[in-house]
């Protein structure tokens, strides 16, 4: 019952801790008084235009004074509010911090009145932040009744204190005496962290708001023993050989995560990963404008429109459509968006940080998938996980925060389905994957029996084709309703039979005709990987295989290709390729001249994994 008790009291702790903790935005001091200023008579009055950032919102007041000849009592208030009272003796100085509410008012003013004349206002400024503090215990002090930072939804602070529960209640006991003291120790010491956070709304004008990575760290001590417990129990049960199997594919994880770590910043958040172009920023969609977004100078990249579409994915506002470069190409591909605002819970800047991360979190579930046909019992099995995750299109998708990524999961999960014989399943997870993107549909040839079994299943097949067919059409039938016909933003993805790909590969001859041409190798290695995976696929046919049956259907997309998705550097063209990149990555291991093969068809690897933040030298 202790134990119980305990586990219990602990997590609702943190999930009371929670509801304290920021989801990143952007500290803004305003000095609106910087040099001393005295009293004319027993009042001053300044007027300032510069507070608009903070309107609406609760700030905290910094202001010092400097008393006359006489002690006096001053009155601090804005824009005809609530006064703060200011005592302050004869030649001394007084500091005042204290919260208001900043009006929604073209200028403010704030004012002092004193019953004395003589006084100083030394120094003051307006704040939506009183104090922070940076590093591991990183934490904002902001007005008590502040509500304007983003913070974490409900439903997911009791998922993780259910979470916390079921933890808190596992055997634990740290054999080392000295370990579990510290252990202890240190527990106490964060259960009074947090209970100061708790209390200081209580107790004082301001409140404590903690950033997440020093929640998890707190909860992370607080759960130190069935942690270590668990670690303990995991390794002395796997056989070391076993685990070091797995050493290639953790590094390439800590690789890429770490290289995605860098495009976070504690104001903007994740949003440098969409891609968000200053040129745009004046038809973004209201809900975002006065959020701290990361831009780049110019137009930015396709990510921008998929992360606007997250807040408002049925486009039921007029202003999502004209936040859109092409509002009816955009629109077609609403899986990613709508996963986002569900997730998002309403909130647009938490929408738009999870919008940004479901790459990532798609990314780890298709390397923990794949091993399913590339275990880690063999070199060659490794080489080819490798190869598949960290291909160009998947990394580049994850670094833009673009749907190729998560529609290639769901063709997976799709392929999953069908080896466990669920074709209905797959027939729906298809058509899921249509909805991320339109391209994926054509993996629905993977539903196709061999020759001989077509005459007994034809009624079943087309059935499950029309289940594939189902919800894109309808959802482009929704958005004809809504007024977005077909447009002709794709015109130029299809050309005449390998006109676009001879074009390319010309390209590439001439460019590395001029050594200073930039991005020569990457469109070099792209094409040689590209056309060896290709002829790989032609060339060892396999029609019992769906990932054979996936991938060539991906070289005939490659066949008519036009010139919009070639071009660049290397251009869009491995995200558009993607399933079959993964295709000849699952099908190429036992195969004769393997590692050729694989030096050819994964040639772009290193320029993919630079994509995505990580050092390489080239």
């Not at 962290?193 to 760290?217: Q, R």
């Not at 929408?351 to 019992?377: D, E, F, I, K």
């Not at 077509?454 to 087309?462: E, G, K, S």
Request: glycine content about 8%; charged content about 15%.
């Amino acid at each position: 019952m202790r134990q119980r008790a305990v586990a219990v009291g602990l997590a609702l702790l943190c999930v009371a801790v929670l509801g304290h903790v920021h989801l990143g935005f952007e500290r803004l001091r305003i000095r609106v008084v910087t040099s001393a200023v005295q009293a004319g008579g027993r009042s001053i009055t300044i007027r300032s235009s510069r507070l608009g950032r903070l309107t609406g919102a609760h700030a905290a007041v910094v202001a010092r004074v400097r008393g006359g000849d006489s002690p006096a009592r001053i009155r601090l208030s804005i824009d005809g509010g609530p006064a703060t009272e200011i005592a302050v003796d004869a030649g001394g100085s007084t500091r005042v911090d204290q919260s208001a509410l900043i009006a929604d008012v073209p200028s403010h003013v704030l004012t002092l009145e004193s019953d004395a004349p003589g006084w100083w206002l030394e120094y003051l400024e307006v704040a939506n932040v009183h104090g922070y503090t940076d590093g591991l215990v990183s934490f904002d002090v902001v007005p008590a009744v502040a509500t304007w930072y983003p913070a974490v939804p409900w439903w997911l602070r009791w998922t993780f204190g259910l979470e916390l529960i079921a933890l808190g209640l596992l055997r634990r006991r740290i054999e080392w005496r000295a370990a579990r003291v510290a252990t202890h120790v240190a527990g106490a010491a964060v259960v009074a962290f947090f209970a100061v956070a708790l209390a200081a709304p209580l107790a004082t004008p301001f409140a404590l708001v903690l950033s997440p990575l020093t929640f998890l760290l707190g909860v992370a001590v607080l759960y130190g023993e069935p942690l270590a417990s668990g670690l303990h129990n995991m390794f002395r049960q796997a056989r070391a050989r076993a685990a070091l199997r797995y050493v290639p594919h953790l590094l390439l994880v800590l690789l890429v995560l770490g290289g995605i770590s860098t495009f976070h910043d504690p104001r903007t958040g994740f949003t440098s990963l969409p891609l968000f172009g200053h040129e745009f920023a004046p038809t973004r969609v209201p809900a975002l404008r006065g959020l701290p977004i990361a831009e780049e100078p110019a137009y930015g990249y396709d990510g921008q429109f998929y992360a606007q579409l997250a807040i408002d994915p049925l486009l039921r506002d007029p202003a999502t459509a004209r936040a859109l470069d092409s509002p009816a190409y955009r629109a077609r591909r609403i899986l990613l968006p709508a996963v986002a605002h569900v997730l998002g819970a309403g909130d647009a800047w938490l929408t738009l940080q999870v919008y940004a991360l479901l790459n990532v979190v798609c990314w780890l579930v298709l390397g923990w998938l794949l091993l399913r046909w590339l275990p880690a019992s063999s070199p060659a099995a490794t080489l080819s996980w490798v190869g598949a995750m960290a291909c160009h299109g998947l990394l580049v998708s994850l670094r833009l925060a673009l749907s190729d990524g998560p529609a290639a999961l769901v063709i997976v999960l799709a392929l999953v389905a069908l080896g466990s014989e669920r074709r209905w399943l797959t027939a729906v997870l298809l058509g899921a994957a249509g909805l991320a993107k339109e391209t994926s549909l054509i993996a629905g040839s993977v539903l196709l029996p061999p020759a001989r079994e077509w005459r007994h299943r034809a009624l079943a097949l087309a059935a499950q084709g029309a289940l594939v067919a189902a919800p894109f059409a309808l959802w482009l039938a929704y958005l004809w309703m809504r007024g977005f016909p077909g447009d002709t933003a794709g015109a130029r993805n299809f050309a005449w039979p390998l006109a676009a790909f001879q074009a390319k590969w010309m390209t590439v001859y001439h460019v590395m005709a001029a050594p200073d041409t930039p991005g020569r190798w990457e469109n070099l290695t792209t094409m040689v990987a590209l056309t060896t995976q290709a002829v790989v696929l032609l060339w060892r046919r396999d029609w019992s295989s769906p990932w054979w049956r996936v991938g060539i259907g991906y070289v005939a997309l490659m066949a008519v290709a036009g010139p919009a998705v070639w071009e660049g550097i290397p251009g869009s063209i491995t995200r558009v390729l993607l399933p079959m990149t993964l295709a000849f990555n699952v099908l190429l291991p036992g195969r004769p001249w393997f590692i050729p093969l694989w030096v050819m068809g994964n040639a772009n690897v290193l320029h993919a994994l630079a994509a995505v933040g990580v050092p390489w030298p080239i």
